[in-house]
Structure formats: structure tokens, C-alpha cells
T-cell receptor
Framework: NAGVTQTPKFRVLKTGQSMTLLCAQDMNHEYMYWYRQDPGMGLRLIHYSVGEGTTAKGEVPDGYNVSRLKKQNFLLGLESAAPSQTSVYFC?????????????FGEGSRLTVL | AQSVAQPEDQVNVAEGNPLTVKCTYSVSGNPYLFWYVQYPNRGLQFLLKYITGDNLVKGSYGFEAEFNKSQTSFHLKKPSALVSDSALYFCAVRDRGAGNNRKLIWGLGTSLAVNP
């Protein structure tokens, strides 16, 4: 039972470098989300998707891009990393519009931008 | 504006004692209410939810939560704490509106430390 899998788990970047975080879910969920978690700030929604081929902005979308080309995958991209993007990133999924909102989370990806 | 408050950053309790982690919310109507737990260096895990019906909801690992509509609260409780319950606990709410924009509103989390 893989559930929600995030890769990589750890990454160190230099300012200005780009990278992509991959989230894969094997539960056939419609909705997927990217959050960042920072001390004292809880979870903040970056982008989300309500189905294959769709994406939408969350609370803190600036500096990030996403794509959902396949239902099972949700990619989070940083085009030009900044130290303010140092954080732990979590991907989550949920079944869809008939669901009451329960989310299933990945284990997290810890990103450090120097 | 819709919001969720977890008034205590940290809760300390002795093993075997009852524990309470508080959550209050400001959301229109009758929201869905959730508790999640995050163990160190792990993702969040769903604990329990309130949708409708009995105000006392039972969830995983012996946890329960009490919905109080008049006080707009959804406090997490456990009759006897274990050291292994030490973790970060998040309260979340979502309104019952239709449509695709059905995002959760999160509290900032409460760190629970259970001392042996």
C-alpha cells in the first residue's frame, strides 16, 4: 500500500536553481494538493488540482508552478529557487467531490535553498 | 474571515493522565471538522472527523473529539495518554458548500508531549 509517494525526500539547492518535486498516488484520487510547512505557520496551500489536466492557486502560489498531466501524478516546480522557499513540502490527495475532505498525505520533501 | 484557532502551542501531560488539545473555529454554517496527527519527520495522518450526528466522535488510537456547536469548538481528547502519543496535532475545518473549491482551513498545530 504505497498511498502517496513524494520524491525526492531531501534536496539542497543553490539560489536560482530549479527543481521539480514529484507526487504520485495510487488510490485513484481526483484531488491533489501541495502544501508547505514552516515552523509557527502551520500548513499553507501552494497549489491544488481537482482532476487530470487542471490546476489552481492556493494561498501561497508565487514562485511555484504545478502540472497534473496524469491523474496519479502532481508535480511541483521551482523555476528559480529562493532561500524563502526553504521548507518541508507535503503532497496530499483526496477522493473527490463526494468526499467530506479527508486528506491522505505523503511523507514530505525537505528542501533547503542556500 | 474563516479561521481555526489552536490556542495552545504546547500541551504537556503525564503518561496515564487524560489529555485535551483544544480547537475553536470561525466558519459559517455547520462545517466538517477534522483532527490530524503528525509524528516527527512524518506526514500528517487522519485521526477523526465530525460530519453530523453524535457530538462525540471516536477515532484512531483511542482518541475522541467533542463537537460543541454553541462554543464552536472541537476539542481532541484521550482518557489515558501514552508516551507514543507525543506528536504535533492539527485541527482543520471545511465548510459544506458545493463546488470544487473545498479546501481545508488549518490550525497552526499543538505539540503534545507526554512525559513518562
Amino acid at each position: 500500500n504505497a498511498g502517496v509517494t513524494q520524491t525526492p525526500k531531501f534536496r539542497v539547492l543553490k539560489t536560482g536553481q530549479s527543481m521539480t518535486l514529484l507526487c504520485a498516488q495510487d488510490m485513484n484520487h481526483e484531488y491533489m494538493y501541495w502544501y508547505r510547512q514552516d515552523p509557527g505557520m502551520g500548513l499553507r496551500l501552494i497549489h491544488y488540482s481537482v482532476g487530470e489536466g487542471t490546476t489552481a492557486k492556493g494561498e501561497v502560489p508565487d514562485g511555484y508552478n504545478v502540472s497534473r498531466l496524469k491523474k496519479q501524478n502532481f508535480l511541483l516546480g521551482l523555476e528559480s529557487a529562493a532561500p524563502s522557499q526553504t521548507s518541508v513540502y507535503f503532497c496530499a490527495s483526496s477522493p473527490g467531490p463526494t468526499n467530506t475532505g479527508e486528506l491522505f498525505f505523503g511523507e514530505g520533501s525537505r528542501l533547503t535553498v542556500l | 474571515a474563516q479561521s481555526v484557532a489552536q490556542p495552545e502551542d504546547q500541551v504537556n501531560v503525564a503518561e496515564g493522565n487524560p489529555l485535551t488539545v483544544k480547537c475553536t473555529y470561525s466558519v459559517s454554517g455547520n462545517p466538517y471538522l477534522f483532527w490530524y496527527v503528525q509524528y516527527p519527520n512524518r506526514g500528517l495522518q487522519f485521526l477523526l472527523k465530525y460530519i453530523t450526528g453524535d457530538n462525540l466522535v471516536k477515532g484512531s488510537y483511542g482518541f475522541e473529539a467533542e463537537f460543541n456547536k454553541s462554543q464552536t469548538s472541537f476539542h481532541l481528547k484521550k482518557p489515558s495518554a501514552l508516551v507514543s502519543d507525543s506528536a504535533l496535532y492539527f485541527c482543520a475545518v471545511r465548510d459544506r458548500g458545493a463546488g470544487n473549491n473545498r479546501k481545508l482551513i488549518w490550525g497552526l498545530g499543538t505539540s503534545l508531549a507526554v512525559n513518562p
